[in-house]
């Protein structure tokens, strides 16, 4: 008899918001609770098990929600897919592969390990806190920062504690040179990523000029969404068995 032949390891997919699960439902036949508690998504990518985890917006949640996913499933790998703003004027949609992630509140800096064969460029900039200054976006582009998040160094820190090894594929879904989001479109959202419907409706009362402008937005998330499950789908779907 031949040596027995075992899985592959099981790749971890972390998003913040239930917007970002939705384009990897289907290519990885994702099946799970409605609420997407970490651990409870499972599927399959060719031989290979996956699991996905929705964690919450900000450092706290998305600490918690991998520390959960990673004390219920033996993972091999852990990818950060979702949205990402850009400090420049880039295309709404292009793929950010960061090689350096920056941890805004310390600036203890984690590298990702590869995914696939496209090189790792910039910075990205993870911090609980929207950064609209001027003043505040040069010095990041003057640090070499080309897109900011909420989560990805949170996430590069639990899996540096428990010795997992971790990448990320996000997409732009803004500029901070558009001028659109600020605190109070940021408290659109609630923390676990879902509308908040109070208040979307106290701001189209407030701000019906910015409704065109708040579409656009909306629909550059979905496009960036789209993207990063895109490429992170292709590149774990282009690992050999053995790796993770």
Known sequence: M???????????????????????????????????????????????????????????????????????????????VGITGAVDEVPIGTVVRPAVVVDGATGEEHRPEPLGPEALQGKMWTSDTLVTAPDALEQLRRDGVVAMDMETAAVAAVCRRRGVPWSVIRAVSDRATDGILDDEVFGLSNQDGTPNGRAIAAFVLRHPGRLPAMARMANGSRLAARRAAEEAVSAVDGLDDASA
């Open 2 to 80: 031949g040596p027995e032949r075992t899985e592959p390891p099981v790749v971890a997919f972390v998003v913040a918001m239930p917007m970002e699960l939705t384009p990897l439902v289907r290519p990885l036949t994702l099946q799970g609770p409605p609420d997407g508690a970490a651990g409870g998504w499972v599927g399959r990518l060719g031989s290979r098990r996956v699991v996905a985890a929705v964690t919450g917006m900000g450092t706290a949640l998305a600490t918690a929600g991998v520390d959960r996913l990673l004390d219920t499933t033996e993972v091999g790998r852990v990818v950060v």
